[in-house]
């Protein structure tokens, strides 16, 4: 049946088109006031697209779109974000034969060393040159390709990267379509992702590597939980933590998930212990030591070309840092650091970042323990519960990092990541002061409408349609 209001589809796509070349070609994160204004708006027609978007000719079309927005993007170069100076950087020693872990990047500049590709111009413009680099193989090899086939364009470079990211983007779209028809959830989930302003400019218009490790994901749970092939889910799996590192807190999850076909023994557990212990009894080791071994020896293989003397220490230095150093845009994290300032007098981010984390891991093996039916329709709970409790006590929360809880939430009924991905914009009024200055109140205002309605969902509804459409 054709579109009955084709007035009001083609000023929607006009609008999209418009939003998405002025985002991507004409404004730069230093410019708040434009950028969040522009935003804004796309957000806003995003979310009346999907509510109103309900014929599958329609859904099919915006998804479309979404893919041809995608594609305006990779002739941008990056606006919001300064990090492809140093997958230019890290690609420029990998073709020069060097291991981009070996040293900081000031220290060729300090030991005058001549290496083609790294010039004062791409020197100036790292926001890091004294951090050892934290990509891991997938991302490296992808630096290397596009600084051999651009080595003298940053936008080529770019240009190749985005190219890459935008056919992960399509596939992940792909698989989200599939796997929502196979979990019997509404198809017009996908344009909660499709049209997603933050996926499409942080992904595609900043060259962030969420966008492979989404795709990466989806084809391992697509894989596992579709077509059974535990060898090639493994293989998929490696290679989103190759690309980055975060689904590694997703593994505890697949567990019992590969051991759904071993029932529990009908005998009801009278205490915790007892409780955990049958349940340890229901893995199947076979199938768990079969994916996990193929894994581990995947990016075990992923990793060996950047291994030496200096990789495990560097790398573990840069984690390290993240953990102890680095903040950005914090929620939990900055309320227990101003109450530490309160009785301590100094910032306890030394020892808050560790615990925080040990905290994410010991609540993770404690809902794995306690889900009462594992299966691959409720994964994706999981996951969302996972990611999100890693994020709201993290030290650093960039714009891209909730990528991840969206792509997670359209298989479950919440919609709060939604929320957040259109308020967490607010953070780029920080590089719009004259030195870098982050506005808490900014902060403030994101994450009390992010927490009541991430409230209002677990505790008081579903907000009519929006949210009921994950069910």
């Not at 950028?35 to 979310?47: N, P, Q, R």
């Not at 992923?302 to 495990?312: D, R, Y």
């Not at 677990?458 to 929006?466: N, T, V």
Request: glycine residues 6%.
């Amino acid at each position: 049946m054709p579109y009955k209001r084709p007035a009001l589809l083609l000023l929607s796509t006009l609008s999209f088109l418009i939003l998405t070349w002025i985002l991507g070609y004409q404004i730069d994160r230093t410019q708040f006031f434009y950028l969040i204004t522009h935003y804004g708006l796309f957000f806003c027609l995003y979310l009346a697209v999907f509510f109103y978007s309900v014929k599958k000719e329609t859904i099919l079309f915006y998804t479309m779109l979404g893919i041809v927005l995608r594609f305006i993007l990779i002739f941008a170069f990056p606006n919001f974000s300064d990090d492809i100076y140093r997958f230019i950087w890290d690609g420029q020693l990998l073709v020069n034969g060097m291991n981009p872990f070996d040293h900081l990047p000031s220290y060729y500049i300090e030991q005058e060393l001549v290496v083609p590709g790294l010039t004062s111009e791409l020197y100036g413009h790292l926001n890091s040159p004294n951090y050892f680099t934290v990509y891991p193989p997938i991302n490296q090899l992808l630096f290397a390709i596009a600084t051999y086939c651009s080595p003298n364009s940053f936008l080529g470079s770019s240009m190749i990267l985005k190219s890459f990211l935008f056919l992960c983007e399509a596939g992940s779209i792909y698989l989200i379509i599939a796997l929502l028809k196979h979990f019997q959830l509404p198809e017009k989930n996908v344009l909660l992702y499709a049209l997603n302003p933050l996926i499409i400019f942080e992904i595609m218009g900043n060259v962030h590597f969420e966008g492979a490790m989404i795709f990466f994901l989806l084809l391992s749970i697509w894989l596992i939980a579709l077509k059974n092939k535990l060898v090639l889910s493994a293989i998929a799996m490696a290679c989103a933590i190759a690309s980055k590192l975060l689904p590694l807190i997703f593994l505890p999850f697949f567990i019992w998930r590969l051991s759904i076909e071993k029932k529990a023994s009908t005998e009801q557990p009278t205490t915790l212990l007892s409780r955990w212990i049958t349940k340890l009894q229901t893995i199947n080791w076979s199938k768990n030591i079969l994916y996990f071994s193929i894994l581990g020896g995947v990016l075990l293989g992923l990793f060996i070309p950047l291994f030496s003397g200096a990789f495990l220490s560097n790398f573990g230095t840069s984690l390290n840092l993240y953990f102890q150093k680095f903040e950005f845009n914090a929620s939990i994290y900055y309320l227990i650091r101003w109450l530490g300032f309160q009785y301590k007098g100094y910032n306890i981010i030394q020892t808050l970042g560790p615990a925080l984390s040990l905290i994410v891991l010991i609540n993770i093996i404690w809902h794995i323990f306690n889900e009462k039916e594992p299966n691959w329709n409720n994964l994706f709970s999981g996951l969302l519960f996972a990611i999100c409790l890693y994020l709201f006590l993290a030290m650093t929360v960039h714009p891209w990092y909730v990528a991840l809880p969206i792509v997670c939430c359209l298989f479950t009924r919440f919609r709060f990541p939604i929320l957040w991905s259109g308020l967490i914009f607010l953070t780029y009024i920080n590089y719009s002061y004259v030195g870098y200055f982050e506005n808490l109140w900014m902060v403030g205002i994101e994450y009390v409408l992010v927490g009541i309605f991430t409230f209002y969902e677990i505790y008081g509804g579903r907000c009519g349609d929006l949210a009921r459409s994950g069910n």
